[in-house]
């Protein structure tokens, strides 16, 4: 059964910082690449970041580029978003996703404020 679990989330002031981890299971984690995607009420999900399996490549929406990093773990099948210099328009829910060909799955998101 695959499953992307995330976690991290939360409220914080703005110019704080947060971690968001997202833990894989049921795939061939390393083989995949991973990306991190959010989403505010009624607007369409965006893609935040992306890795490659090798973890040597990634990209960023220029919006977040020098205050975000993601990363990833294959030994410990996870994947990272750290958050600096957070800002008001970094509130949404975010996704975790995996995507290898035609093989997509996707976290259940987790809820980050930026608020004062």
């Known amino acids: 059964q695959v499953q992307l679990v995330e976690s991290g989330g939360g409220l914080v002031q703005p110019g704080g910082s947060l971690r968001l981890s997202c833990a894989a299971s049921?795939?061939?984690?390393?083989?995949?690449?991973l990306s991190w995607y959010r989403q505010v009420p009624g607007k369409e999900r965006e893609l935040v970041a992306n890795?490659?399996?090798?973890?040597?490549?990634?990209s960023y929406v220029d919006s977040v580029k020098d205050r975000f990093t993601i990363s990833r773990d294959n030994a410990e099948n996870t994947v990272y978003l750290q958050m600096n210099s957070l800002k008001p328009e970094d509130t949404a829910v975010y996704y975790c996703?995996?995507?290898?060909?035609?093989?997509?799955?996707w976290g259940q998101g987790t809820q980050v404020t930026v608020s004062s």
């Open positions: 890795i490659f399996p090798s973890g040597t490549m990634t």
């Open positions: 049921g795939f061939i984690f390393s083989t995949y690449r």
């Open positions: 996703n995996a995507r290898l060909g035609n093989f997509q799955y």
